[in-house]
């Protein structure tokens, strides 16, 4: 108690504090007292103790009351922490959020603050005198602040998971801009047809708008996992558009025989009150791929679907041009690590275990446990990748055929 009383009076003799950032010290007990109310509390507590003579602080930092006689000669003092941003700035911020806001179509909101380095390097210079935070960070205060004023104009919600709508109130460069929040969908799916890709392949002559080459449709596929996804989620929340995510991708021809992760962003959604377990059935009932453990996530679990590395297993049916002698020689590339250019980067991913589990003439069947996702086809030509199968056999594949049959995730 003594030791913070002085550490109080360290900060008070040494720096110009505003109601607020002085208040917002204390802010986590008794919240129902605003920040500001807190603030006024301990400054009179303060400039009493002053006048008796037991403490001594700035001038400045005494009541109203007892500077007027300092107001008279001096200009205003500027808060150390927000230079006076909830006292002169904040209301102009309010207003601007709530003339923004009244163009836009939304139910719930939240306000997000982006603040100069500066303020909440003084800010820290504070909590250290102080030596224990009883506080929140000036942010959570000026997101409140205004989310509250914002909310009691415009009779809206405010609401941290599911709001529709951001307000990034932006203090380093004095703007407010409006974004809204996409819905992240997770879940898994499997592919059971050959035949259609993982995204959606738009038509490279027409660029979608439909032409000769694309009959009109502006895409390659009749469909795709993309669409066959999205499209009842986009439906189903009203979505502008979705853009999809997914641990790796199969080949056009290729059957994913387990659940790969992925995530669907929506942009731009008007409801996200959606029934997964109806859109679920829905997506399964096209029979041509399987979707399970539909769930609304946060955003960050487009990176961690994106960057997951885990080991997969295929089985793959490789056509020869001509009959390979002594097949077994392919075992060797178990356990080697194989380099396969990618984005002009090359990527390293180890072989685990290669068997041969049939060969029939000129074909032969491969079962094959990588660490990683792995392009197959490059793998297999030798396109881009080495050691290749065509690099060990000398032999030209005709036809290929690739399932994957395993995904190791943790997802
Ligand atoms: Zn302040
Ligand atoms: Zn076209």
């Not at 139910?107 to 909440?120: A, N, Q, R, W, Y």
């Not at 989310?147 to 703007?175: H, P, R, W």
């Not at 959606?200 to 996992?225: F, H």
């Not at 029939?360 to 199968?389: H, M, Q, R, V, Y």
Request: charged content about 35%; glycine content about 4%.
């Amino acid at each position: 108690m003594k030791k913070l009383l002085e550490n109080l009076e360290k900060i008070l003799k040494n720096y110009y504090l505003c109601n607020n950032c002085l208040g917002r010290l204390f802010s986590q007990s008794l919240p129902e007292i605003t920040n500001e109310e807190k603030g006024k509390i301990i400054r009179n507590f303060f400039t009493l103790m002053h006048e008796i003579g037991i403490v001594k602080i700035r001038e400045e930092n005494l009541s109203i009351a007892l500077k007027k006689n300092f107001e008279k000669t001096v200009s205003k003092p500027k808060c150390f922490i927000c230079e006076n941003f909830f006292e002169e700035k904040i209301n102009v911020f309010v207003e601007n959020t709530i003339e923004k806001l009244r163009k836009t179509k939304f139910e719930k909101f939240l306000i997000e603050t982006k603040l100069p380095k500066e303020i909440l390097e003084r800010e820290k210079i504070i909590l250290k005198i102080l030596e224990k935070n009883y506080g929140e960070s000036i942010k959570d205060e000026i997101n409140r602040e205004i989310g509250k004023k914002v909310s009691e104009v415009l009779k809206k919600e405010i609401d941290k998971k599911n709001a529709d709508i951001v307000v990034i109130v932006n203090l380093k460069i004095n703007k407010t801009s409006v974004q809204f929040k996409s819905l992240y969908i997770f879940g898994k799916y499997k592919k059971i047809e050959r035949g259609f890709p993982q995204l959606k392949a738009i038509c490279p002559y027409c660029r979608g708008k439909g032409c000769l080459y694309c009959r009109g449709k502006g895409k390659l596929y009749p469909t795709s996992i993309e669409e066959l996804i999205g499209n009842p989620l986009i439906k189903a929340t009203q979505s502008k558009k979705a853009k999809f995510y997914a641990s790796g991708e199969e080949d056009v021809n290729s059957l994913c025989l387990d659940w790969r992760p992925f995530v669907l962003e929506l942009t731009k959604p008007k409801t996200r009150e959606i029934n997964l377990e109806e859109i679920r059935r829905e997506i399964n009932e096209s029979k041509k791929i399987e979707v399970s453990d539909l769930k609304i996530v946060e955003k960050d679990f487009v990176k961690k679907v994106k960057t997951e590395r885990s080991r997969k297993e295929y089985r793959i049916e490789i056509e020869f041009e001509e009959k390979v002698q002594n097949p077994e020689k392919i075992k060797v590339l178990s356990g080697k690590i194989i380099e396969q250019k990618l984005n002009n980067k090359i990527k390293k991913i180890k072989l685990l275990r290669v068997e041969i589990e049939k060969v029939e003439e000129n074909i032969i069947t491969l079962k094959l446990l990588a660490e990683n996702e792995l392009n197959i086809k490059n793998f297999i030509t030798g396109k881009d990748t080495t050691p290749s199968i065509y690099q060990l056999t000398g032999k030209k594949p005709i036809n290929i055929l690739i399932d994957v049959i395993k995904i190791h995730s943790k997802l």
